[in-house]
């Protein structure tokens, strides 16, 4: 008789999968953990920005605490709010090179469904510096204006809704646009983006000068009235509004910002699945080589230049001024700052023509450094260079191609803040120390070009010389400025004596001194310049290959 059959053992149950948020979350503290693992340098600068951003979280915690029941507390908070939201939007085109997690194309060989991916890509993203910080603004916020239970308890919903408003607009923002964001125009962002800060800063600066002659935050009220209904503020206005009784407006307001939370999210999940679905046309076309317009424009530009040495030379100057990220940048700061000093002088009263000065001082330092911009392709321009005559055509036309930009920019500007301040009778004189400063810088430039040569790393955003070439930099730089504001002094003096003397009838004479002062001096710094680089041309091709 055969034994009984055993009776099959139970099946020990699978262990659950755990849920896309959590693996999510996880992965985005693991890359935080490495990322900080990586080098001291980098660690010390996260420990430094979150110190930073807690110390000045707090600052503005303690500030909307004291400001509770002032009668402008609601304008200062809605529109601190309004700020964040404009912060948050465009944080994705500046800061997509440095953040991996912004990046939603590294998924797109994973078998995810949108919708848990959006989900957990949403939850995962308010780890980090910068939802905290928002946490904090909007926690400040509605404690400077919840008032009675209705407002407490818009509050506590307010304040979620904010958060959540700010980091579905980035993470929107950077999957609609991260083909962009990982090419080269989208480098070309990052670059600028100090650009924008300094330029931001002025006109904050100049428009809150222009609040306080005003007469105070109440001349805010009507586009605080505008703002109130654009999320994430609308969030924050509707505390207020609950506290004060509107409880048809705080309705709405919270209201508009859970739509338009919905719409983010919707926006961001068909972004994802464009991504992930539709082929990258960045690059079609590449492989035909250039296109037929681009063909045109280089022959536009070629006609425009003289023939030979000097127009190739200025023609690649001049490229180079427009297509490398770092040139570009260090352009349009120069521009835009330079501009914008001297016209804010005047239009807040406080200029003078010599305002104008500063933008022909930004624009010299471009001459500055000339063969270091090339880095190691500099070789190439090497081989073309044997004698001190063919040195003086290489500067002469890199000269040439930055008076192009220079000399019509520094008239104008100097006209223009003449025209701000409204006094013609001191363009004479302003022009004349205008284009005897460029004239300086160019020359001096070129001189410590060939003196001293250094590298500028191209890995970097906001790196200007290569490890250990600081201080060289420095001395090419420093120096150069220096110099050409000695070499200023004839014309200065001029100015001063004429002045001192009261000879004012004699003022319009320094406009032909200081231009034929001025080209004097370039044709100096270029003649001295020529031997030196010549004759230092394998430590001046050594110099600028590092890094």
Same mark, same amino acid.
């Given at each position: 008789?055969?034994?009984?059959?055993?009776?099959?053992?139970? =099946?020990?149950?699978?262990?659950?999968?755990?849920?896309?948020?959590?693996?999510?979350?996880? $992965?985005?503290?693991?890359?935080?953990?490495?990322?900080?693992?990586?080098?001291?340098?980098?660690?010390?600068?996260?420990?430094?920005?979150?110190?930073?951003?807690?110390?000045?979280?707090?600052?503005?915690?303690?500030?909307?605490?004291?400001?509770?029941?002032?009668?402008?507390? +609601?304008?200062?908070?809605? $529109?601190?709010?309004?700020?964040?939201?404009?912060?948050?939007?465009?944080?994705?085109?500046?800061?997509?090179?440095? +953040?991996?997690?912004? +990046?939603?194309?590294?998924?797109?060989?994973?078998?995810?469904?949108?919708?848990?991916?959006?989900?957990?890509?949403?939850?995962?993203?308010?780890?980090?510096?910068?939802?905290?910080?928002?946490?904090?603004?909007?926690?400040?916020?509605?404690?400077?204006?919840?008032?009675?239970?209705?407002? @407490?308890?818009?509050?506590?919903?307010?304040?979620?809704?904010?958060?959540?408003?700010?980091?579905?607009?980035?993470?929107?923002?950077?999957?609609?646009?991260?083909?962009?964001?990982? =090419?080269?125009?989208?480098?070309?962002?990052?670059?600028?983006?100090?650009?924008?800060?300094?330029?931001?800063?002025?006109?904050?600066?100049?428009?809150?000068?222009?609040?306080?002659?005003?007469?105070?935050?109440? =001349?805010?009220?009507?586009?605080?009235?505008?703002?109130?209904?654009?999320?994430?503020?609308?969030?924050?206005?509707?505390? +207020?509004?609950?506290?004060?009784?509107?409880?048809?407006?705080?309705?709405?307001?919270?209201?508009?910002?859970?739509? @338009?939370?919905?719409?983010?999210?919707?926006?961001?999940?068909?972004?994802?699945?464009?991504?992930?679905?539709?082929?990258?046309?960045?690059?079609?076309?590449? %492989?035909?080589?250039?296109?037929?317009?681009?063909?045109?424009?280089?022959?536009?530009?070629?006609?425009?230049?003289?023939?030979?040495?000097?127009?190739?030379?200025?023609?690649?100057?001049?490229?180079?001024?427009?297509?490398?990220?770092?040139?570009?940048?260090?352009?349009?700061?120069?521009?835009?700052?330079?501009?914008?000093?001297?016209? $804010?002088?005047? @239009?807040?009263?406080?200029?003078?023509?010599?305002?104008?000065?500063?933008?022909?001082?930004?624009?010299?330092?471009?001459?500055?450094?000339?063969?270091?911009?090339?880095?190691?392709?500099?070789?190439?321009?090497?081989?073309?260079?044997?004698?001190?005559?063919?040195?003086?055509?290489?500067?002469?036309?890199?000269?040439?191609?930055?008076?192009?930009?220079?000399?019509?920019?520094?008239?104008? @500007?100097?006209?223009?803040?003449?025209?701000?301040?409204?006094?013609?009778?001191?363009?004479?004189?302003?022009?004349?120390? %205008?284009?005897?400063?460029?004239?300086?810088?160019?020359?001096?430039?070129?001189?410590?070009?060939?003196?001293?040569?250094?590298?500028?790393?191209?890995?970097?955003?906001?790196?200007?010389?290569?490890?250990?070439?600081?201080?060289?930099?420095?001395?090419?730089?420093?120096?150069?400025?220096?110099?050409?504001?000695?070499?200023?002094?004839?014309?200065?003096?001029?100015?001063?004596?004429?002045?001192?003397?009261?000879?004012?009838?004699?003022?319009?004479?320094?406009?032909?001194?200081?231009?034929?002062?001025?080209?004097?001096?370039?044709?100096?710094?270029?003649?001295?310049? %020529?031997?030196?680089?010549?004759?230092?041309?394998?430590?001046?091709?050594?110099?600028?290959?590092?890094?």
């Amino acid at each position: 008789m055969s034994a009984p059959t055993a009776a099959p053992a139970a =099946s020990a149950p699978s262990p659950s999968a755990p849920s896309l948020t959590s693996v999510f979350v996880g $992965l985005k503290l693991a890359l935080l953990r490495n990322g900080l693992r990586q080098s001291s340098g980098r660690t010390a600068v996260f420990v430094t920005s979150a110190v930073c951003a807690a110390v000045f979280a707090a600052a503005i915690l303690l500030a909307f605490v004291l400001m509770r029941g002032n009668a402008d507390a +609601d304008i200062i908070a809605v $529109l601190l709010i309004g700020v964040l939201a404009i912060a948050w939007a465009v944080m994705p085109l500046f800061a997509a090179g440095g +953040d991996e997690t912004l +990046d939603p194309s590294r998924l797109v060989m994973l078998p995810l469904r949108p919708r848990p991916l959006v989900r957990a890509l949403l939850v995962s993203s308010l780890i980090g510096i910068g939802p905290a910080f928002t946490l904090c603004m909007a926690l400040g916020a509605v404690l400077a204006l919840a008032r009675g239970a209705a407002g @407490v308890l818009v509050a506590v919903v307010a304040v979620p809704l904010t958060v959540l408003v700010c980091v579905a607009l980035a993470r929107a923002v950077a999957a609609a646009n991260v083909r962009l964001l990982t =090419s080269r125009k989208g480098r070309d962002l990052a670059v600028l983006s100090g650009l924008l800060i300094a330029v931001g800063i002025q006109f904050v600066n100049f428009g809150a000068q222009q609040l306080g002659r005003a007469g105070g935050l109440s =001349s805010l009220e009507p586009v605080t009235a505008v703002v109130s209904w654009l999320p994430p503020a609308s969030a924050v206005a509707a505390v +207020d509004a609950a506290s004060r009784g509107d409880y048809g407006v705080a309705a709405g307001q919270s209201a508009v910002t859970v739509l @338009v939370l919905c719409a983010l999210l919707v926006w961001w999940q068909r972004s994802l699945v464009t991504l992930m679905t539709a082929p990258d046309g960045s690059t079609i076309g590449a %492989a035909g080589g250039a296109t037929a317009a681009d063909k045109a424009g280089r022959g536009r530009l070629a006609r425009l230049l003289p023939g030979g040495r000097t127009g190739t030379v200025m023609e690649r100057g001049l490229r180079y001024m427009w297509r490398d990220p770092k040139t570009k940048a260090s352009w349009v700061s120069s521009l835009a700052v330079g501009a914008i000093v001297p016209f $804010l002088n005047a @239009v807040q009263g406080t200029g003078s023509i010599y305002f104008a000065c500063f933008a022909t001082g930004m624009l010299g330092i471009q001459m500055y450094n000339q063969f270091g911009q090339d880095t190691s392709a500099f070789w190439m321009v090497a081989q073309t260079i044997s004698t001190p005559a063919d040195a003086y055509a290489e500067l002469r036309a890199r000269a040439l191609a930055l008076l192009l930009v220079t000399l019509p920019f520094t008239v104008l @500007v100097t006209v223009g803040t003449a025209a701000l301040l409204g006094d013609w009778s001191a363009l004479p004189e302003g022009l004349g120390l %205008a284009l005897a400063l460029l004239g300086a810088m160019t020359g001096a430039g070129a001189f410590t070009s060939a003196a001293f040569p250094y590298s500028i790393p191209q890995d970097g955003a906001f790196k200007s010389a290569a490890p250990g070439q600081g201080g060289l930099a420095w001395m090419s730089i420093l120096g150069g400025m220096v110099a050409g504001a000695l070499l200023c002094g004839p014309v200065i003096g001029a100015t001063i004596w004429l002045h001192v003397a009261d000879l004012h009838s004699f003022l319009w004479l320094l406009f032909p001194l200081g231009a034929v002062y001025g080209g004097l001096l370039v044709w100096a710094g270029l003649r001295l310049a %020529a031997p030196r680089t010549a004759y230092r041309l394998p430590e001046i091709l050594t110099a600028v290959s590092k890094g």
